[in-house]
């Protein structure tokens, strides 16, 4: 699941014709329209071995993206474990990537990371 603002061209690439690899980098015009795309995609019935999440944060609304929240990365963090949870036995993680507002960066980093573990860091 790759939740960067920025399409992951070069994960796709390494991954096209793998079919035991699934990419997934849900889109839409409006914060509502992520988070349902976000949501379908994570609905979905599927089987895998662990989920991998490419976390970026240039979405966050105060950054390029202009779109996203900072409790909206704590929804997508919980979201990506209940998947996991259903679909491999919760195994998961996730990968730093984007995010360029400072400000905004380190506490949309722990509402996803509460999110994936359901912890409060604080």
Avoid at 53 to 62: I, V, Y
Avoid at 63 to 91: H, N, P, Q, S
């Amino acid at each position: 699941m790759d939740i960067d603002l920025h399409f992951g061209d070069g994960t796709a690439n390494i991954f096209a014709g793998t079919p035991e690899v699934t990419y997934l980098h849900p889109s839409g015009g409006s914060r509502e329209d992520y988070l349902i795309d976000l949501s379908r995609n994570l609905t979905a019935k599927r089987d895998c071995d662990i989920v991998a999440a490419s976390a970026g944060f240039d979405r966050h609304q105060q950054d390029w993206g202009g779109m996203l929240r900072t409790e909206d990365y704590f929804t997508i963090g919980k979201r990506v474990k209940e998947f996991a949870e259903r679909a491999c036995g919760g195994r998961r993680y996730a990968v730093l990537e984007g995010g360029y507002n400072r400000a905004v960066l380190g506490e949309s980093v722990r509402a996803l990371i509460e999110g994936l573990s359901k912890r409060n860091l604080t």
